[in-house]
Each structure stands twice: as structure tokens, then as C-alpha cells.
Nanobody, 115 residues
Framework: QVQLVESGGGLVQAGGSLRLSCAASGSRFSISSMGWYRQAPGKQRELVASISSTGSTNYADSVKGRFAISRTNAWNTLYLQMNSLKPGDSAVYYC?????????WGQGTPVTVSS
């Protein structure tokens, strides 16, 4: 079983930056991808960015050019560098890990961007 713990969220002014981290522990066998999702109040959870076992990345159109996802080689930690933040980026950000047979989620870290 995998445990995911996010950190790095907080309050930032528009135009600022934050770096989210997701520490993974436990069994990390046959990981196919890890990613960041976010959920704003009253909205559905949406994919922000993901990175596959081959290193390919995928970003939501709304964050392309502003956010960057990366990970350590052993899948110990997943990062999300967020630059040029906008009020619309405010949400709870969740870390996600997928294997061939399971999906794991962290507890989330809140991000609030003030205008």
C-alpha cells in the first residue's frame, strides 16, 4: 500500500510562485504514472499535470507554460512548481499515484491565490 503526503501549499499573491511536494512511501511497484489534481469549491476534481514512467508529461491547458511537474528517480517525491499563479489556481491540490492495479491519493494541500 502506498502513502502519499502533500506539502507546500499556502497563501500567495497573484503572480507569485509555490512549489508543492508529494512524499511517497510504501510499495511503489509497477508505477505507471504520478500526477497532481486540484479541486476548487463547487467544482469537479481536475487533472493539473502528470508524469509517466517513461518521463512524458501532460498538462492541463490552463497551466501550460506556468507549471512544471517533476519527480525523483525512485518515485520518492513528486513536485509541482507553480509560477505566475492566478486566483483561478486556488484549490486543494492532490497527489495521485497509479499502478497497473491501483490508484492512490494524498490528503491534499490547499493553495489560495489572492488578487
Amino acid at each position: 500500500q502506498v502513502q502519499l503526503v502533500e506539502s507546500g501549499g499556502g497563501l500567495v499573491q497573484a503572480g507569485g510562485s509555490l512549489r508543492l511536494s508529494c512524499a511517497a512511501s510504501g510499495s511503489r511497484f509497477s508505477i505507471s504514472s504520478m500526477g497532481w489534481y486540484r479541486q476548487a469549491p463547487g467544482k469537479q476534481r481536475e487533472l493539473v499535470a502528470s508524469i509517466s514512467s517513461t518521463g512524458s508529461t501532460n498538462y492541463a491547458d490552463s497551466v501550460k507554460g506556468r507549471f512544471a511537474i517533476s519527480r525523483t528517480n525512485a518515485w520518492n517525491t513528486l513536485y509541482l512548481q507553480m509560477n505566475s499563479l492566478k486566483p483561478g489556481d486556488s484549490a486543494v491540490y492532490y497527489c495521485n499515484l497509479r499502478t497497473r492495479s491501483s490508484v492512490s491519493w494524498g490528503q491534499g494541500t490547499p493553495v489560495t491565490v489572492s488578487s
